[in-house]
């Protein structure tokens, strides 16, 4: 009779030294994870926005954008929510939770606050926002700046709507184009989409559209503004506008 195999012994020295880095480093992860989330609900104003800013706060590391069951459920169910963010206060913004740009936009204007207009030394007259995405940066600028003049360039189409109707949600009164800026005027063809999207020369490039461009040192010259504030996010357009 063949005798029994010898019993799989444990290496307990082993095991404590998998528990003990198991347990700091998933501890580390929860507590990341909660930080983050805490700071999604504290950019919320109201006690009835912390709901959706806890949500948000998941899609922003999970983001339900991909083609699963999960993700096409949670699209259909919950395509858009509305946010009162603590530093527009009052005004409010449309956010759709499975596009990853918006939510990393509404991260860098009202979490990690890269915008910080209380910096600045002046009180400007007039606001030029050139790559206005969905509104954020203007609808922050007019609560600092009530009584400037705001002018806003974003030139993808839908992201021209959707900042539009998040400025008409608030009643604010926008000069708002649907065109690009460059240090020159006409048309050029643009590529991409969300937050990333820039002009470029190849009107072959898969996926780009024609679209108006205005020549911003004109646009700036016809204002004749006492004292600008201009935020220039154009992605790489910039070289040539300055």
Same mark, same amino acid.
């Given at each position: 009779?063949?005798?029994?195999?010898?019993?799989?012994?444990?290496?307990?020295?082993?095991?404590?030294?998998?528990?003990?880095? *198991?347990?700091?480093?998933? @501890?580390?992860?929860?507590?990341?994870?909660?930080?983050?989330?805490? !700071? *999604? @609900?504290? !950019?919320?104003?109201?006690?009835?926005?912390?709901?959706?800013?806890?949500?948000? !706060? %998941?899609?922003?590391?999970?983001?339900?954008? +991909? #083609?699963? =069951?999960?993700?096409?459920? =949670?699209?259909?169910?919950?395509?858009?929510? !509305?946010?009162?963010?603590?530093?527009?206060?009052? $005004?409010?913004?449309?956010?759709?939770?499975?596009?990853?740009?918006?939510?990393? %936009?509404?991260?860098?204007?009202?979490?990690?606050?890269?915008?910080?207009?209380?910096?600045?030394?002046?009180?400007?007259?007039?606001?030029?926002?050139?790559?206005? =995405?969905? +509104?954020?940066?203007?609808?922050?600028?007019?609560? *600092?700046?009530?009584?400037?003049?705001?002018?806003?360039?974003?030139?993808? #189409?839908?992201?021209?709507?959707? @900042?539009?109707?998040?400025?008409?949600?608030? &009643?604010?009164?926008?000069?708002?184009?649907?065109?690009?800026? &460059?240090?020159?005027? +006409?048309? @050029? &063809? $643009?590529?991409?989409?969300?937050? +990333?999207?820039?002009?470029?020369?190849?009107?072959?490039?898969?996926?780009?559209?024609?679209?108006?461009?205005?020549?911003?040192?004109?646009?700036?010259?016809?204002?004749?503004?006492?004292?600008?504030?201009?935020?220039?996010?154009?992605?790489?357009?910039?070289?040539?506008?300055?």
């Amino acid at each position: 009779m063949n005798p029994l195999p010898p019993r799989a012994e444990i290496d307990l020295g082993t095991l404590e030294q998998f528990r003990s880095t *198991w347990r700091p480093s998933f @501890m580390h992860r929860l507590l990341r994870k909660l930080k983050e989330a805490r !700071s *999604w @609900m504290l !950019s919320a104003r109201n006690a009835t926005d912390l709901p959706g800013a806890l949500l948000l !706060s %998941i899609c922003r590391t999970r983001p339900p954008n +991909g #083609p699963g =069951f999960y993700s096409r459920c =949670f699209r259909r169910l919950i395509p858009e929510l !509305s946010i009162h963010p603590r530093s527009l206060q009052g $005004f409010s913004i449309a956010i759709h939770p499975s596009d990853i740009a918006e939510l990393i %936009i509404y991260e860098e204007c009202f979490i990690r606050r890269v915008y910080d207009l209380a910096l600045l030394p002046f009180k400007p007259d007039i606001v030029v926002d050139c790559g206005g =995405f969905k +509104g954020y940066f203007t609808l922050l600028a007019r609560v *600092w700046f009530p009584t400037a003049a705001f002018v806003v360039f974003e030139p993808h #189409p839908v992201n021209y709507g959707l @900042m539009c109707s998040n400025f008409k949600r608030n &009643s604010v009164d926008v000069d708002a184009h649907c065109e690009a800026v &460059s240090n020159r005027t +006409g048309e @050029m &063809s $643009f590529s991409g989409a969300g937050f +990333g999207g820039s002009l470029t020369c190849s009107a072959a490039e898969e996926g780009s559209i024609r679209v108006h461009v205005a020549n911003l040192c004109d646009v700036i010259t016809g204002l004749s503004p006492r004292r600008l504030l201009l935020k220039l996010d154009v992605e790489g357009e910039e070289i040539n506008i300055l």
